[in-house]
C-alpha cells in the first residue's frame, strides 16, 4: 500500500450547507483522498478545524458508519447525551443509523486536527437541531420539501 503525500491533496475549504447553516463550517479544512485513489466503498479525510469552527452540523446517518481519530489538538464532540473533550489518540465511532446526531467543535483557540472515516452506503442521513435532511436529491426539510 502506497504511503499518502498530503501535499498530493489541497485543502478545501467548502460546504454544500445553505446558509445560514454554511456558517459554523466555514473554518473547516479537509483533505479527501479515498475518492482520488480509486477506494469506492470507504471515506477518508483528514480534517483541520480553525479556533471556532465545527466539523458539520449535528447529524446522523441511515446507512454510513463513520470513525473519527484526534490527531492534533483538541475539541469537543457534541451528542444527545452531552459534551464530550477529545484530545489526540481519542476515538469516536458512530454506527450506521444511530439516531444520535453528532459533531466535532473546535472551541479552543488552536486548530485541531482528525482523520474522519465512513464505510457503507451514503444513503444520506438527518441533522438533530435544523429541520433539514439530506440525501441523493440534495438537502430538503424533514418534511420532504425542498430547501
Known sequence: MPKLDLADFPPVCRTGYPPPYSEAVAGRWQQRFAAKLGLAHLGASRVVLKPGAWSSQRHWHFAEDELVVMLSGEAVLVEDG???????????????????????????????????????????????????????????????TKI
Request: hydrophobic share 30%; aromatic share 8%.
Open 82 to 144: 452531552g459534551e464530550t473533550m477529545l484530545a489526540p489518540g481519542d476515538i469516536c465511532i458512530w454506527p450506521a443509523g444511530v439516531e444520535d446526531g453528532h459533531c466535532i467543535q473546535n472551541r479552543s483557540t488552536a486548530d485541531c486536527c482528525f482523520l474522519a472515516v465512513s464505510a457503507g452506503e451514503d444513503a444520506g442521513g438527518s441533522y438533530s437541531d435544523i429541520d433539514m435532511c439530506w440525501g441523493p436529491d440534495g438537502f430538503t426539510r424533514k418534511d420532504g
